[in-house]
């Protein structure tokens, strides 16, 4: 099953492997063992430290984090490059930086950053807390005394190290199928691929120094333009990050800009739908409804009550938000289900399937990766052997951390977890869509409510990170299949990239959480790190415990009517002729805003303007530095939170307040 040698593959093409001569650009790939270098390796330790604080900051604020494979890709090249050069001056000789290494590193970076984005920092790990518990109602019948666990390096990073590397396994005996014959496009994964390629050729070499210089000045510029702003933000809503930009009125509402380098790259990089799809719901929420249901406290929610009690104003934020994610999600869940389920029963009804369809017809360079993705195999026990091991290894250990998750639910999810991947899997291969997170909401509430209410909450929270965990590695890992098979580089290297990328993301995550978690207010619902998915997915728990009598008054009817639209948005898109779909807002971006606020929805918006501009001044140089110049901005305003946190943490505070007060004040 995806284990091809040399000889068969010969065979299915018809060749006599005695006489079949190799092409001189495979010859000239170094083999498995030596694409994994000591520098390659140091420099994805770099890499995944800088976007792991970046994807942190955005997990921590607004939960919305954009894909930066490609970005990664182009950093490995800038590092890379500017250590070869570094040694070429000094009179040293290295070996030359090939694209199997820029690969190796890119997808290595990307699997300790993942940890991350994944690893439950902002969601389901988090929603442990007990700053979480308490926003959640102390004491309700679905949120009980002590159901909470505060955040340590020591329990995180061994959670993470048990559930992290059961994923990496799972799918490796499919890979040929998924990448080979079933010929899987993995947008983002090609995408990588063709600027790793770009980069690697004598063409690409003017193109990347164009890349790179644009990449040096905008971080150069992100980076001091954070520094500056920290002198002027020394106190609660001070700085450039509280200017109200369209008035005080506005600005109490959240609807300001707020200057953020990160905001706006990422804005760059995500579509313009996604942008227009949270100023929308930024809007409709912050805008509309919550000024006008604050109007009915006392109707609707007893006006003694905080605003930020759950049976107050933020339960309608919270419910609101869930009900648009759970309706994108259930109908993008079913979509993918039924496409995957048709294109497989095609492929089972057709006649005469073969391994390499009318090879006559495939390109020369298609046929050379094709050769170099079969040639090294991975040995079918070597995958099995790994799931089986790490999952009774899992098995063990986390009812031991969380005796609140019973041993049989594990091994269950275990059994069904392969067959949920391989789904995952194929549908982001056709759409790009990774649907782990849906796949990790459906355990939370079966789990929260099979376990009952005096464990729910912690079983529910700790299974999606289970279930999350495990379908989203392995779809990971076909992405980077893909990019290794585009870019000539053995998939055995890859996997042990993989490996290692996992590992280091395994300590570095939970010690940047920590980076945030001590020197900001994490979970402030008023503060800047809100973390708005904590809440969500802890309230999610304690509904599938408690049901729906948490909710105040109209919440359930208005939870109806935000599913159903997100629901009948995507119908829209998808059966409606293409020029009215390709309007129809994204409901899982516009439920974003509902509960952080919509100062980054302006931002991102920001960075759309910036994009559609540039492309009509000048759409072939807008192509080829949109990537490069984002990545910059995100990565130095990255880069300036390390030593700001530090700052934070030894107590030393910005100088100056910068505030906007009336002008009769």
């Known amino acids: 099953m995806g284990n091809v040698g040399e000889e068969e593959l010969s065979q299915i093409r018809g060749e006599d492997p005695e006489v079949r001569d190799v092409p001189e650009e495979i010859k000239r790939i170094a083999p498995w063992t030596k694409q994994i270098t000591v520098r390659g390796i140091v420099a994805s330790l770099l890499i995944g430290i800088i976007y792991s604080v970046i994807v942190m900051k955005l997990n921590l604020t607004t939960g919305l984090v954009p894909n930066l494979n490609v970005s990664a890709a182009l950093l490995a090249f800038v590092f890379m490059r500017t250590w070869t050069k570094l040694l070429q001056k000094a009179g040293i000789v290295s070996t030359p930086f090939s694209r199997q290494e820029n690969t190796i590193i890119q997808t290595c970076a990307v699997a300790c950053y993942s940890i991350a984005v994944g690893g439950g920092f902002g969601s389901y790990l988090l929603g442990l807390n007990k700053n979480t518990y308490n926003q959640s109602g102390v004491g309700t019948e679905g949120n009980p005394p002590g159901s909470y666990k505060e955040p340590g390096i020591g329990w995180m990073t061994g959670f993470l190290f048990v559930i992290c590397f059961v994923g990496i396994s799972a799918l490796v005996p499919l890979r040929k199928i998924m990448i080979i014959d079933y010929k899987l496009t993995y947008p983002s994964g090609t995408a990588t691929a063709v600027l790793i390629n770009g980069f690697h050729t004598s063409k690409g070499d003017k193109t990347a120094k164009k890349q790179v210089h644009g990449f040096m000045k905008f971080f150069s510029f992100s980076f001091i333009w954070g520094f500056f702003q920290w002198f002027y933000s020394g106190g609660e809503q001070c700085g450039f990050s509280s200017f109200p930009t369209f008035g005080l009125k506005a600005w109490k509402q959240s609807f300001y800009f707020d200057f953020s380098m990160t905001y706006i790259g990422a804005g760059m990089i995500c579509s313009h739908l996604v942008n227009l799809s949270l100023l929308l719901g930024a809007v409709l929420s912050w805008g509309i409804m919550w000024p006008l249901i604050s109007e009915r406290k006392g109707e609707w929610f007893l006006k003694t009550l905080p605003e930020s009690s759950m049976k107050s104003l933020n339960g309608y934020k919270v419910f609101i938000s869930i009900a648009l994610i759970l309706g994108d999600g259930l109908y993008n869940f079913l979509k993918i289900l039924y496409f995957t389920g048709q294109a497989m029963y095609g492929r089972v009804k057709k006649k005469n399937p073969e391994t390499f369809p009318d090879d006559s017809n495939q390109p020369t360079n298609e046929l050379q990766q094709d050769e170099v993705f079969v040639r090294e195999t991975i040995p079918l026990w070597v995958a099995c052997i790994g799931y089986v091991s790490f999952s009774i290894f899992s098995i063990i250990m986390i ?32 759409t790009d869509m990774n649907m782990a997170y849906n796949y990790g909401k459906v355990a939370l509430f079966v789990l929260a409510s099979m376990s009952g209410k005096d464990s729910g909450v912690v079983a529910g929270l700790v299974g999606c990170g289970v279930i999350k965990s495990i379908v989203s590695i392995s779809s990971d890992l076909m992405h980077d299949f893909k990019t290794g098979h585009l870019t000539l580089t053995s998939p055995r290297s890859m996997l042990v990239s993989q490996v290692i990328g996992t590992a280091m993301g395994c300590v570095v995550a939970p010690l940047t959480f920590f980076l945030f978690y001590k020197a900001f207010d994490v979970g402030d619902p008023n503060g800047e790190y809100k973390a708005p998915y904590a809440l969500i997915y802890r309230n999610m728990a304690i509904l599938g415990v408690e049901g729906f009598s948490a909710l105040p ?113």
Request: with cysteine.
């Open 553 to 665: 008054q109209h919440c359930l009817q208005l939870c109806y009517c935000f599913f159903a639209f997100a629901v009948v948005a995507n119908l829209v898109r998808d059966v409606s002729p293409k020029k009215i779909g390709k309007w129809a807002p994204l409901p899982m971006a516009m439920a974003v805003p509902f509960l952080v606020g919509a100062y980054f929805a302006i931002d991102m918006c920001a960075g759309s303007l910036i994009v559609f501009a540039w492309h009509k001044i000048n759409s072939k140089k807008a192509g080829l530095m949109v990537p490069a110049v984002a990545s910059g901005l995100i990565c130095g305003d990255g880069l300036w939170i390390l030593p700001s946190s530090i700052l934070a943490l030894i107590k030393i505070h910005p100088p100056m307040c910068m505030n906007f007060l009336p002008s009769k004040t």
């Open 399 to 430: 009812p031991l951390m969380f005796p609140e998750l019973k041993w049989y639910y594990v091994l269950i999810a275990y059994i069904i977890a392969p067959s949920l991947s391989f789904c995952n899997a194929y549908g982001a291969g056709l």
